[in-house]
């Protein structure tokens, strides 16, 4: 399901009604307080009477778009409403002020480390949405070699440089049967990478079983090849870093002490992690509204995240969480550029040149 998409089955609006309630959301995003006919009449030049806004008021109300404990109080944004804001406004593109500077600024390409990306990501997406940011870093269902390099050690050592095509590096220390020169050892890498370049686990095993990969040195190197790449695989999540709880909490909807106690609590089990695993498109940005949600716990909440990587599924995740009177446009905004500058950054991401 994706969750991103109108509901089918929310009431239509018409035009005027649209208008009023999209006005409705975006003050309480922006005060967090009730929004009253008297408001929306002085403040907006709707050119109807106050008496009118309060008829259409009533009206979304029992359409489910908004709450009102009583007929003169103020109205506040219901889950649909909420919806219904993100289909009309959130596709817009509102960036935090020099956001694309700050991201440049913050993510350092020349690092070449996907973990040190994710989390500089989580940092500057909190700062920016004033909410709880998360960044996976990137892990693909099925393990795939890239390129392995080996580098003469001492003696009969030498150590196995295993690149994936997730940007991930792995090293092994294999040995030798004899005192094997480096240029020996990059010509059996050389060969090597002709054969294995772009295979899975599976496909490394089919080959080691064909015996098209001949000689000690090319069996351990493919050996140990096969084990680091399993042991990726076996691995059951991504590697994940939260920034901005502080920001988060900070809103009024976590000043008492057992609405902070709860969203902490949410981050200690898996509820945040599972709902990554319906991971969109990449480019697609989701939107998650409180009730929403499959996972209980997170229904107090909205989630806005986006999948970033490389097109042949080495993905990660970049989102905020906050209450759900959260500021959809920009969040949406940002996790939108954040996801495609991390993609182009793992997506050209390639092994260092002492390795070529």
Same mark, same amino acid.
């Given at each position: 399901?994706?969750?991103?998409?109108?509901?089918?089955?929310?009431?239509?609006?018409?035009?005027?009604? !649209?208008?009023?309630?999209?006005?409705?959301?975006?003050?309480?995003?922006?005060?967090?307080?009730?929004?009253?006919?008297? !408001?929306?009449?002085?403040?907006?030049?709707?050119?109807?009477?106050?008496?009118?806004?309060?008829?259409?008021?009533?009206?979304?109300?029992?359409?489910?778009?908004?709450?009102?404990?009583?007929?003169?109080?103020?109205?506040?944004?219901?889950?649909?409403?909420?919806?219904?804001?993100?289909?009309?406004?959130?596709?817009?593109?509102?960036?935090?002020?020099?956001?694309?500077?700050?991201?440049?600024?913050? $993510?350092?390409?020349?690092?070449?480390?996907?973990?040190?990306?994710?989390?500089?990501?989580?940092?500057?997406?909190?700062?920016?949405?004033?909410?709880?940011?998360?960044?996976?870093?990137?892990?693909?269902?099925?393990?795939?070699?890239?390129?392995?390099?080996?580098?003469?050690?001492?003696?009969?050592?030498?150590?196995?440089?295993?690149?994936?095509?997730?940007?991930?590096?792995?090293?092994?220390?294999?040995?030798?049967?004899?005192?094997?020169?480096?240029?020996?050892?990059?010509?059996?890498?050389?060969?090597?990478?002709?054969?294995?370049?772009?295979?899975?686990?599976?496909?490394?095993?089919?080959?080691?079983?064909?015996?098209?990969?001949?000689?000690?040195?090319?069996?351990?190197?493919?050996?140990?090849?096969?084990?680091?790449?399993?042991?990726?695989?076996?691995?059951?999540?991504?590697?994940?870093?939260?920034?901005?709880?502080?920001?988060?909490?900070?809103?009024?909807?976590? !000043?008492?002490?057992?609405?902070?106690?709860?969203?902490?609590?949410?981050?200690?089990?898996?509820? $945040?992690?599972?709902?990554?695993?319906?991971?969109?498109?990449?480019?697609?940005?989701?939107?998650?509204?409180?009730?929403?949600?499959?996972?209980?716990?997170?229904?107090?909440? =909205?989630?806005?995240?986006?999948?970033?990587?490389?097109?042949?599924?080495?993905?990660?995740?970049?989102?905020?969480?906050?209450?759900?009177?959260?500021?959809?446009?920009?969040?949406?905004? =940002?996790?939108?550029?954040?996801?495609?500058?991390?993609?182009?950054?793992?997506?050209?991401?390639?092994?260092?040149?002492?390795?070529?």
């Amino acid at each position: 399901m994706n969750e991103s998409t109108a509901n089918p089955a929310a009431p239509a609006l018409n035009t005027r009604r !649209q208008a009023l309630l999209e006005i409705i959301v975006s003050d309480y995003i922006e005060t967090a307080a009730p929004v009253s006919s008297q !408001q929306l009449a002085r403040r907006y030049e709707l050119r109807v009477s106050p008496a009118t806004i309060r008829n259409d008021m009533a009206e979304l109300e029992e359409m489910g778009y908004i709450s009102r404990p009583h007929t003169s109080a103020g109205g506040v944004p219901s889950d649909p409403g909420y919806r219904f804001y993100v289909e009309r406004a959130g596709q817009r593109n509102r960036l935090p002020r020099h956001f694309q500077e700050r991201v440049r600024d913050a $993510i350092d390409f020349d690092e070449a480390d996907p973990a040190a990306w994710a989390r500089s990501a989580a940092r500057v997406l909190a700062s920016a949405v004033h909410n709880l940011a998360i960044a996976t870093t990137v892990k693909r269902a099925i393990a795939r070699v890239k390129q392995v390099q080996i580098v003469h050690l001492h003696d009969r050592e030498a150590l196995l440089v295993v690149v994936m095509q997730d940007a991930q590096l792995r090293q092994r220390i294999i040995h030798l049967n004899s005192d094997t020169p480096q240029d020996e050892l990059t010509q059996v890498a050389n060969r090597l990478n002709q054969l294995i370049g772009g295979l899975s686990t599976a496909e490394l095993r089919t080959l080691w079983d064909s015996g098209a990969v001949g000689g000690h040195l090319f069996t351990t190197a493919l050996t140990e090849t096969i084990r680091i790449l399993s042991d990726e695989e076996r691995k059951e999540t991504r590697e994940r870093y939260l920034n901005g709880l502080g920001h988060m909490l900070s809103q009024p909807e976590f !000043q008492s002490g057992r609405s902070a106690q709860d969203a902490a609590e949410v981050l200690d089990d898996d509820s $945040i992690t599972r709902i990554f695993d319906d991971s969109p498109r990449p480019a697609e940005v989701r939107v998650v509204i409180g009730q929403e949600s499959h996972e209980e716990h997170l229904r107090p909440y =909205s989630v806005v995240y986006a999948t970033y990587g490389a097109p042949d599924g080495a993905t990660g995740v970049i989102g905020t969480m906050g209450p759900t009177r959260m500021d959809y446009t920009r969040s949406m905004s =940002s996790v939108r550029y954040l996801a495609a500058f991390l993609s182009e950054l793992v997506q050209a991401l390639e092994p260092s040149p002492q390795w070529q």
